[in-house]
């Protein structure tokens, strides 16, 4: 018997209380369902991963490309899906809130609104504006969807750990549920994002080297790959068809 939203829904928070969870980045109806099966509890999208399934580039994607993508995940599973936002779509706060209320729409149990446009951070003032605005429009619909504020300083250079600190605080006086900073690595610095910020929960992106087990260790309550299984699947298609043409023969399936 499908699950419903509302249970969908409630389970993704309850996994937000304790422990440490994985949340792997499927792009397609078909990795969907093979992270279900193999027992992950919840499933978030990844941005790239389906850009490059369009033949697109991250970032080329419409609002409305991403709603239907969104839909499509969604309904797809009975696991609760996050929903990699981007930066909303928009850049005016009010934007942002009204394009959050369409997401909602889609059955999400959570969605990410990121802080910078291009290789620039949206000024802090401005961010957490956008942040309070995606918040209230989640209240407004009833829904009980988590909001993800993330922050994307380390992603373009900006790797000042203070200043990432103080967005993610703000974040979290605006209304976020869960804190990102996708790009922190060093295990120290994890920690202190930890501490800034509780109670609430930290997501943290997991890079090679990264091991899931010292990021439950140093607090982190979820853990999500971005990109990273579409990259694996695409690196292997690659070589596969390398194979092809250079030898004329495909390796072994399986």
Request: charged share 25%.
């Amino acid at each position: 018997m499908p699950v419903d939203l509302k249970t969908k829904r409630a389970n993704f928070r309850e996994l937000h209380k304790a422990g440490c969870f994985v949340l792997p980045n499927p792009w397609d109806v078909g990795s969907v369902r093979r992270l279900e099966r193999m027992g992950f509890n919840a499933l978030a999208t990844t941005s790239a991963g389906y850009a490059w399934a369009m033949g697109r580039d991250d970032g080329e994607l419409s609002r409305d490309e991403v709603l239907d993508h969104l839909r499509m995940i969604c309904g797809a599973t009975d696991l609760p899906v996050n929903a990699d936002f981007e930066a909303g779509f928009a850049d005016s706060a009010e934007g942002v809130g009204a394009n959050v209320a369409l997401a909602v729409e889609t059955g999400v149990a959570g969605l990410s609104v990121e802080d910078r446009v291009g290789k620039e951070l949206y000024e802090l003032g401005r961010a957490s504006e956008r942040i309070r605005a995606a918040r209230a429009a989640i209240d407004r619909s009833g829904e009980d969807v988590m909001l993800i504020a993330r922050s994307e300083g380390f992603l373009i250079g900006r790797t000042e750990l203070s200043a990432t600190i103080d967005r993610l605080v703000a974040y979290a006086e605006a209304g976020a549920d869960c804190l990102y900073a996708p790009g922190i690595v060093d295990g120290a610095a994890i920690e202190a994002v930890v501490s800034a910020v509780a109670p609430k929960p930290v997501n943290v992106l997991l890079f090679p080297g990264m091991r899931v087990a010292d990021l439950e260790k140093a607090g982190v309550r979820r853990v999500s790959v971005g990109s990273a299984l579409a990259a694996a699947a695409w690196g292997g298609f690659d070589r596969a068809a390398k194979q092809l043409v250079e030898e004329g023969t495909v390796p072994p399936r399986g």
